[in-house]
């Protein structure tokens, strides 16, 4: 069972999805969203794609009605227009958190997101799950599901990358990304 956020009632949200409907629009082929009017003293033009690229994702920026600017994620936008729905997490399918086409968006509980998101910058081995043990001299598999931890000490990087891809695949599935 996939949570809501906020805690928005049907209401709140409704309201919401119409206001984003009001300004923008949203192209699937693309997934782009577009302003559909001029702002006042602003460059915002008809037609201009809104948003701007922070941390790999896209956000749009609103003012409110009392001139309080709030930033929103564009994959959230795009899910609420679309399927006026806001859940708590949504997964960029192929990793690229700027891709909001439809087709690479999906509604995942907290613990698939983590599946699917991408090695970590510290990581020294370029695969997930997969790490240089300097005591042992050895490459070692860890993975974890459900408070349970997948460790095995391997001879060689290519070992330990075949391991980890088979062990993911078999815990998470289609979320086991690479």
């Given at each position: 069972m996939v949570k809501?956020?906020?805690h928005?009632?049907?209401m709140?949200?409704?309201k919401l999805?119409?206001?984003?409907?009001?300004?923008?629009?949203?192209?699937?082929?693309?997934?782009?969203l577009?302003?559909?009017?001029?702002?006042?003293?602003?460059n915002?033009?008809?037609?201009?794609?809104?948003?701007?690229?922070?941390?790999?994702?896209?956000?749009v920026?609103?003012?409110?009605?009392?001139?309080k600017?709030i930033n929103?994620?564009?994959h959230?936008?795009?899910?609420?227009?679309?399927y006026?729905?806001l859940p708590?997490?949504i997964?960029?399918?192929n990793?690229?958190?700027?891709?909001?086409?439809?087709?690479?968006l999906?509604?995942?509980?907290?613990k698939?997101?983590?599946?699917?998101?991408?090695?970590?910058?510290?990581?020294?081995?370029?695969?997930?799950?997969?790490?240089?043990?300097?005591?042992?001299?050895k490459?070692r598999?860890?993975?974890m599901?459900e408070?349970?931890?997948?460790?095995?000490?391997?001879?060689?990087?290519?070992?330990?990358?075949?391991?980890?891809?088979?062990?993911r695949s078999?815990?998470?599935?289609?979320?086991?990304?690479?």
């Open positions: 809501l956020s906020f928005l009632g049907d709140e949200i409704n999805r119409e206001e984003f409907m009001n300004r923008l629009s949203y192209d699937n082929e693309s997934g782009k577009f302003w559909k009017k001029t702002v006042r003293y602003s915002r033009r008809v037609g201009d794609e809104a948003g701007s690229k922070h941390l790999d994702y896209i956000r920026k609103f003012k409110t009605d009392s001139g600017s929103w994620l564009a959230r936008i795009v899910w609420l227009m679309e006026g729905e708590d997490e997964d960029h399918i990793g690229d958190k700027s891709d909001n086409r439809l087709s690479n999906r509604v995942v509980e907290r698939e997101n983590m599946w699917n998101k991408a090695i970590t910058r510290h990581n020294t081995s370029g695969h997930k799950n997969v790490i240089f043990d300097k005591n042992s001299n490459w598999v860890v993975i599901k408070g349970r931890c997948y460790t095995k000490t391997m001879g060689s990087l290519e070992e330990a990358i075949e391991l980890s891809d088979l062990i078999e815990l998470h599935g289609e979320y086991a990304r690479k």
